[in-house]
Structure formats: structure tokens, C-alpha cells
């Protein structure tokens, strides 16, 4: 199947977050070859991204009041969060336009947090193997010296 491309549009309706799902245009006619019901897969994937961010957003705050040994295990969880709705719109066949974008808008935070949000969960693919008593900045630190030593 032909990857098909989504963006996420924000929106609020009595003061509470809705996000929109849009295809482009030109990938109509894929779906109707595959008889895809971009109606009811938008609908799925709104709600999906939906959850992803009300995950998100609360496990950052949890962040912010969580003690030192706790934070990295949080951050993971976010970041698998994240990880989860990437690898669940693919493998469906449908693909985040610029997912960078959206992440940095939805959960205010920078382009980097989320660049290491995910180079964490893509190295650590099993909380259990985290060391609660090392710090985010450990990881993400691990990740560049690890990177560095690569041919």
C-alpha cells in the first residue's frame, strides 16, 4: 500500500483541545484504490493523536514535580508514547507530515526535547533497561558519545 500522508489541525471547542485530521488532496485517489474510509480513519487517527498528547502533556508535568529517580522513566513513557503513535499511524499505512512540527506545537517544548524524546525510546526499547538513578541528561549525553564512536 502507498504511504498516506496526514497533518493534525488544533482547534478548541469549549475550551478544550479538538484535533483535525487532513489528507492531501493528491492521495484521494490511493485511498479510494485501497477503499479506504478516510472519514472514519481520520476520525481514529484524531482520536489516537488526541490521547497521545493528553498522555504527553500530563507525563511532562509529572516530570516537572517528580523526583530526580523517577524523571528518566517518565520521560521514557513519553517518548514510547510518542513512539507508539508513530509506528501505529504507519502501520496502518498513514504517515505524519512533519511530526516534528506538530509534537513542538502540541506539547510546547523545543525541537531538541523531542529530537531526544525519541532518540531515547529508538535506543532504550525496553524501559527494564533504564537505570533510574541516572539522569535525562545521561541518556541523552550516552546517545552522542555512542553515536560519535560509530565508523
Not at 478544550?16 to 479506504?36: C, E, G, H, I, T
Not at 488526541?50 to 523526583?67: D, Q, S
Not at 525541537?111 to 525496553?126: A, F, G, H, I, P
Request: charged letters at 35%; aromatic letters at 14%.
Amino acid at each position: 500500500m502507498d504511504k498516506i500522508f496526514f497533518e493534525i489541525d488544533p482547534k478548541e471547542e469549549d475550551g478544550k483541545p479538538v484535533y483535525m485530521a487532513r489528507f492531501q488532496v493528491s492521495d484521494l485517489p490511493k485511498a479510494k484504490q485501497y477503499n479506504l474510509d478516510l472519514v472514519e480513519k481520520a476520525g481514529y487517527l484524531e482520536r489516537l493523536y488526541k490521547n497521545t498528547i493528553m498522555f504527553c502533556r500530563e507525563g511532562l508535568e509529572k516530570i516537572r514535580k517528580a523526583p530526580s529517580e523517577k524523571r528518566i522513566l517518565i520521560y521514557w513513557d513519553v517518548a514510547n508514547k510518542i513512539w507508539q503513535f508513530l509506528k501505529i499511524s504507519e502501520k496502518k499505512g498513514f504517515f505524519l507530515n512533519n511530526y516534528y512540527k506538530h509534537f513542538i506545537r502540541d506539547l510546547n517544548v523545543s525541537r531538541t526535547t523531542v529530537e531526544r524524546l525519541l532518540r531515547l525510546r529508538k535506543t532504550v526499547e525496553d524501559k527494564s533497561n533504564l537505570d533510574p538513578t541516572k539522569s535525562w541528561v545521561y541518556y541523552t549525553r550516552r546517545y552522542v558519545r555512542l553515536k560519535s564512536k560509530q565508523p
